[in-house]
């Protein structure tokens, strides 16, 4: 049975970073790829980034590149999402994601969720 547990939400002012984390089991972590998802209020989940198995190849949605960087430890089976210089907008419940493939994560309806975890961005 796979399990995501996020952690690292918060409250961040504009401007403000902070770093989310997720512990998966269940499988063997290195062999799937990972991603984010959030979802906003009011509005629809959405894909944020993914990264692959090896962690050799990332992935990202245009609102967040530059500022959000993925990335992934499989000797302690987490991923993790780095976001910096946070906006208003990116206020939304982070979700990790993992499916069944290697290479990247569907964009649109992943396999496996975690619980999410809350990111609020103050202006």
């Known amino acids: 049975q796979v399990q995501l547990v996020e952690s690292g939400g918060g409250l961040v002012q504009a401007g403000g970073s902070l770093r989310l984390s997720c512990a998966a089991s269940?499988?063997?972590?290195?062999?799937?790829?990972m991603g984010w998802f959030r979802q906003a209020p009011g509005k629809e989940r959405e894909f944020v980034a993914s990264?692959?198995?090896?962690?050799?190849?990332?992935y990202y949605a245009d609102a967040v590149k530059g500022r959000f960087t993925i990335s992934r430890n499989n000797a302690k089976n987490t991923e993790y999402l780095q976001m910096n210089s946070l906006k208003p907008e990116d206020t939304a419940v982070y979700y990790c994601?993992?499916?069944?493939?290697?290479?990247?994560?569907?964009?649109?309806?992943?396999?496996?969720w975690g619980q999410g975890t809350q990111v609020t961005v103050s202006s």
């Open positions: 269940g499988r063997t972590f290195s062999s799937y790829a």
């Open positions: 994601v993992s499916g069944t493939t290697t290479v990247r994560v569907s964009t649109t309806a992943p396999d496996y």
């Open positions: 990264i692959s198995g090896s962690g050799a190849s990332t």
